[in-house]
């Protein structure tokens, strides 16, 4: 929900009911991974998405639905290849949506959970998407110390144990910004979603933005954080030279940041973590070692260094020099970037945010013509369970052919 939090905040403030379909598993090629979200008001207006068009309409209707019933559904949408008219997805996968409905006022969990999302602050939205009826749709708003809502409208006493667990495993999640689904008994254990009286919840972690680190402040580092800043980043642009590190020759970027590169790297420390990408531009060794010295020593997600071959061969050695071990000199991606042929700032932002989703993601790095195997390769690790499928609603449910 975090995509469409401005709007949801807004319907909210105005005591406007509203429902949200989220995305709670995906299965196969399915369009949006777990926590896109689609929001309908009262009065119709639609907001966000959940499969990019394939099955909008059918879910736009289940949220009407769900205002009008004040009930939580499930519901599953895959392909069909033989009625073309099925409401389905027509790239072959299987997503579930979670429809609820929200009356501002009436969950404390929600209520707190959409503030938080709105302001920026971290929080685990956990809510019950399976399991018995009393319990479907209650909802927990989770922040490293606290937490709001309760898993039963006569309060915590019936449900205390789970709604416990399911407070500890929700902050898990957020630490880590973590999604997916929680699957517990209802005495709290952790068990395997097959087991009989279970409840299954989807966590949805809402975090700050990852960080990307353009160091270098030159004409291929202006298109690196106009890219970054497509991809979602939160990006900054650090540069020891003040007459080019300047917020006009770089109106993209969320920060620009006059320091010697590695003076800045350790003030952010406590601001980086394993979503962080570091992208090293200067080719310059008086900058480049003492910030990959230790850039590579940190549990961030990319380090990257532009530079031709025989750059990169004098600064591993650079590096041996200053102490570095060789299984920390191979986390070093350099030269920066896939070999897609790039000869512009253009071209070269494309390679290098090519490298970074592929190794966020897992990706092979080959044409998709080339093979025949799953186009996601990371839909294992985010659907979680959904693979396997939630039970959903008997009869026509299941909304294909």
């Known amino acids: 929900m975090q995509d469409i939090a401005e709007q949801l905040q807004a319907w909210h403030a105005s005591g406007r009911s509203f429902a949200v379909a989220t995305v709670v598993g995906v299965s196969g090629s399915a369009p949006r991974d777990p926590g896109a979200a689609l929001a309908v008001d009262a009065a119709g207006e639609a907001v966000g998405s959940v499969s990019g068009g394939c099955v909008e309409g059918?879910?736009?209707?289940?949220?009407?639905?769900?205002?009008?019933?004040?009930?939580?559904?499930?519901?599953?949408?895959?392909?069909?290849?033989?009625?073309?008219?099925?409401?389905?997805?027509?790239?072959?996968?299987?997503?579930?949506?979670?429809v609820q409905p929200v009356v501002p006022g009436a969950d404390a969990g929600l209520d707190a959970g959409i503030a938080y999302i709105a302001s920026g602050t971290p929080v685990a939205l956990a809510r019950a998407i399976e399991g018995p009826a009393g319990l479907l749709g209650a909802t927990v708003a989770v922040t490293a110390d606290s937490h709001h809502g309760s898993l039963s409208p006569s309060g915590p006493r019936?449900?205390?144990?789970?709604?416990?667990?399911?407070?500890?495993?929700?902050?898990?999640?957020?630490?880590?910004?973590?999604?997916?689904?929680?699957?517990?008994a209802l005495d709290g254990r952790p068990c395997d979603p097959t087991a009989a009286a279970t409840v299954t919840f989807f966590v949805e972690s809402y975090v700050p933005k990852p960080r990307m680190l353009v160091f270098g402040a030159i004409d291929f580092a202006a298109a690196v954080v106009?890219?970054?800043?497509?991809?979602g980043y939160h990006v900054t642009v650090c540069d020891a030279r003040p007459v080019f590190a300047t917020a006009r020759r770089f109106p993209d970027a969320d920060e620009v940041v006059v320091d010697w590169p590695h003076r800045y790297l350790d003030t952010q420390l406590d601001r980086l973590d394993g979503r962080s990408v570091l992208c090293v531009l200067t080719?310059?060794?008086?900058?480049?070692?003492?910030?990959?010295?230790?850039?590579?020593?940190?549990?961030?997600?990319?380090?990257?260094?532009?530079?031709s071959r025989k750059t990169h061969l004098d600064r591993n050695a650079k590096l041996r020099e200053v102490g570095l071990t060789e299984a920390e000199i191979a986390r070093l991606r350099s030269p920066i970037g896939l070999d897609l042929g790039a000869r512009t700032p253009e071209e070269t932002a494309v390679a290098v945010a090519a490298e970074i989703v592929a190794s966020r993601r897992g990706g092979g790095c080959l044409p998709l013509s080339a093979g025949s195997g799953p186009i996601h390769h990371d839909l294992p690790r985010a659907a979680g369970r959904a693979a396997q499928g939630p039970a959903k609603r008997s009869g026509p449910g299941f909304r294909v052919a």
């Open 158 to 184: 019936t449900t205390g144990a789970l709604e416990h667990s399911l407070v500890a495993e929700a902050r898990a999640m957020l630490d880590a910004g973590r999604t997916g689904t929680v699957t517990l």
């Open 283 to 307: 080719h310059d060794a008086k900058f480049d070692i003492p910030l990959l010295e230790r850039a590579l020593r940190l549990p961030v997600g990319f380090v990257g260094a532009m530079g």
């Open 226 to 231: 106009r890219i970054g800043r497509f991809l």
């Open 58 to 98: 059918a879910v736009y209707e289940l949220c009407r639905e769900a205002i009008a019933s004040g009930q939580p559904v499930l519901e599953r949408f895959g392909f069909s290849d033989e009625d073309a008219f099925a409401v389905g997805l027509t790239c072959g996968g299987i997503l579930d949506v979670f």
